[in-house]
């Protein structure tokens, strides 16, 4: 079973701090990780690959300090990694990050199984995976909190739902997007990634012409969408103090309450 997962490198926070002026993130002193719900995806993809057979492989664009993302990929167990780094993948919004993600994964050609976190702790719109296996033309299922069966051309998964779970047959090859329920990450372990390097280098670095796109179709260029503005919500409080017996307080809070829709 040959599995790609999909890897974002992301600042080690979800207080995301912005630039007053710029409207930029402000990244400087902020450590990066893989983005949490990645971590899963790599320990389903692992943990499938050894009682199934095959190669997994780790594919994350990003700048070229990403590779630390995959470097701790291989050392959770994965067997290669791909790094897509260029000027012109910069600035891309969600369509062409999956479009790029999209190529590169063509250019790989032969996979069983996309595995994907369901959301990143930065950028937040849970739109990559979808918009991956749409690019690619295969099925997709989201929010998956357990893999019950896989056979060579099928499998079915678990999802949570906002009131409950459900139970979904798919084909193969298929794009998961998983959540945290679904396992517990194993530690990167220095030994693994040095195993991976014995047999060749196991991290490819890909530009945008390796993956045969336009600069014009990706990045900044090739994004649909461009943000405006970037601010952070300013919040105002009152404090107002109500006067009376206990049953008029109540009754007045309970209709201020309800006026405002908190109840
Ligand atoms: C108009 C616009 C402009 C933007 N400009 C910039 C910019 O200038 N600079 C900037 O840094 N960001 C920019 N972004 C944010 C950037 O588009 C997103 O961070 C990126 O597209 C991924 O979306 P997300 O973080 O919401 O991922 P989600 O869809 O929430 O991620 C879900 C999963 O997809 C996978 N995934 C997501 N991104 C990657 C990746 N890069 N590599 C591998 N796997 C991945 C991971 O498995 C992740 O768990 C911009 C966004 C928009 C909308």
Known sequence: ??????????????????????????????????????????????????????????L????????????????????????????????????ATSFTLGKAIEKI?????????????????????????????????????????????????????????ERIHCGLPALLTVIGELNTPRYPLMGRALDACKEKAPIKVWNAADIGVQTSQVGLEGSLTHVIKTFAPKFKRETEMLEGDTREMVGDLMGRLKENRLI
């Not at 990403?66 to 012109?88: F, N, Q, R, Y």
């Open 60 to 95: 994350s664009m990003g700048p070229p300090q990403a590779i630390d993302a995959i470097s701790e990929a291989l050392g959770m167990g994965v067997h290669e990694g791909i790094l897509l780094t260029d000027k012109a993948f910069g600035g891309a919004d969600t369509w």
């Open 109 to 165: 050609e032969e996979y069983d199984l996309i595995l994907c976190g369901r959301q990143a702790i930065d950028g937040d719109t849970a739109q990559i995976g979808p918009q991956v296996a749409d690019y690619l033309n295969i099925p997709q299922v989201s929010y998956v909190c357990e893999i019950e069966t896989i056979e060579e051309d099928a499998l079915v998964a678990k999802t949570r739902l906002e009131d409950g779970f």
């Open 1 to 58: 079973m040959d599995i790609i997962v999909l890897v974002k490198q992301v600042p080690d926070t979800t207080e995301v701090k912005l630039d007053p002026k710029t409207g930029n993130l402000i990244r400087e002193g902020v450590e990066s990780i893989i983005n949490p719900d990645d971590l899963h995806a790599l320990e389903a993809a692992v943990d499938l690959q050894e009682t199934h057979g095959g190669k997994v492989t780790a």
